[in-house]
């Protein structure tokens, strides 16, 4: 079955910067968009990037000069890097891709 697993979050400082990683399994990996959300507390689901099969990628208004996402189909993994962090960049970053879900990682930026 398909198995989405996230790791790399954390507490880091503001300013600082963190990269996410997301290991898919169960599916052909390399011909799936894969996508990036964020869960911050007491709030809603919010779209953070994507990155299409051939690598094209796609980042939200509020990301944008900040983040990048990126893939490597031979390790089944697409990335997140995250710089110039901001406390309010503070969430449970989740991988997606059709209907499946990883569990999600907590990154925290709090000085």
């Known amino acids: 079955q398909v198995q989405l697993v996230e790791s790399g979050g954390g507490l880091v400082q503001p300013g600082g910067s963190l990269r996410l990683s997301c290991a898919a399994s169960g599916f052909t990996f390399s011909t799936y968009w894969m996508i990036w959300v964020r869960q911050a507390p007491g709030k809603g689901l919010e779209w953070v990037a994507a990155v299409s099969s051939t690598g094209f990628s796609s980042l939200a208004d509020s990301v944008k000069g900040r983040f990048t996402v990126s893939r490597d189909n031979a390790k089944n993994t697409v990335y997140l890097q995250m710089n110039s962090l901001k406390r309010e960049d503070t969430a449970v970053y989740l991988c997606?891709?059709?209907?499946?879900w990883g569990q999600g990682t907590q990154v925290t930026v709090s000085s």
């Open positions: 997606n891709t059709g209907n499946s």
